[in-house]
Every structure is written in C-alpha cells, then in structure tokens.
C-alpha cells in the first residue's frame, strides 16, 4: 500500500517533501501534482520504475515521457538548446509546457525518442513539484497521469488513491486540480512546430 502525503499547495512542509524524495531514491514510483494534472514520476535511471508506470498507463515504454526540471540551467543541461530557443523558454517558464529538443548525452539513450534522439523537457509552475526537484537536485523521469481511455491526467487525488494505492510508493495530494494539457512545442531541429496547443500560450511562438 502506498505512502500518502497531504501536502500543503503554497507552503510546501519540508519534512513530507523530503520524505516523498526519499521515496523516490529507494526506487519508488510517486504520483504527484503538476500544473496540468497529476503525473507519475520516478529516478532517470530506475528503468524498473519506468516499466512499472508504463504499465500504470499501458504506454510504450518509449512513449509519453518527459523530464521535470526545475528552471532553465538543469533543462539546459539535458537538451541541446540555442539562444533564440533558450530566450523564448524564459518568457514562458515555468509554465504548463512540453518542449521537446534534441537530447544531450546526459540523457540515457532509452530515455530518447528513438529514432529522433529527442526528450521532452518541463519546467512546471507548480510549488509542490517545484520543491520536489529542489529537494532531488534533479529532474524527475515523469509521465502525465492519464489513464488508459482517457484523455486529460487525473485531478483528483482522493480517486488516485482509489486505483493506485497498491501499484504506486507514493501519493502527494496536492489539491484538486483543473483538467488541462500541457502545450507541446518541438524545438528539435531549430525551427518552432507547435504539436498540442493546451493550456500555455502559444502567442510568443507564432
């Protein structure tokens, strides 16, 4: 049976945070929230986890991931960013955005769209993930909590609790959250195509 954490929207507690990260260094599948929605999130190289949240949402292991930063200079260090690109990240981060680059060689190379060597890359304005990734000091392999059938990541974490308490480490209630999707923006080969608009604005890349 998993751990479930109340934790507070604005004034995160510390000792639960660090104790949801804990969770996670021993190699734990944690369900957390994130501006658009709950996601499912894990160590970038626990592929044991990685397989138990595809499963969750019966994806291609390869499919639907992306890494949670916690600002620009831990992004860059993952994806191949240019400063034309790198200045429109910073007029729109942290946001509910997906950027999708070219992966640096920090990446492990399961991680990548296989074909494109591309990752997705977030950083989410959200205060509880936000001191999750200070208190990691990393990003997290993570993957929208939408359910197999469905089409927007869970909300509410009374009913995540109901599905998942006996196939996930952790479950942080961070509120109720609105239905919304991320706006996915491929960056990958230097030009801007904007696959999903969703809830960031894309005016600043049209």
Known sequence: MSQFYYIHEENPQARLINQAVEVLKQGGVIVYPTDSGY??????????????MARIRQIDNDQNFSLMCRDLSELANFAKVDNQAYRLLKSCTPGPYTFIFKASKEVPRRLQCEKKRTIGIRVPDNVITLALLEALNEPLMSTSLVMPNEEFAESDPEHIRDILEHQVD??????????KQ?????????????????????????
């Open 39 to 52: 996601a499912l999130g894990c160590m970038i190289g626990n592929k044991n986890a990685m397989t138990k």
């Open 170 to 179: 952790a479950i942080v209630h961070g509120g109720y959250l609105p239905e």
């Open 182 to 206: 991320t706006t996915v923006i491929d960056m990958s080969e230097g030009d801007i195509n904007i696959l999903r608009h969703g809830a960031g604005d894309t005016a600043a890349f049209e």
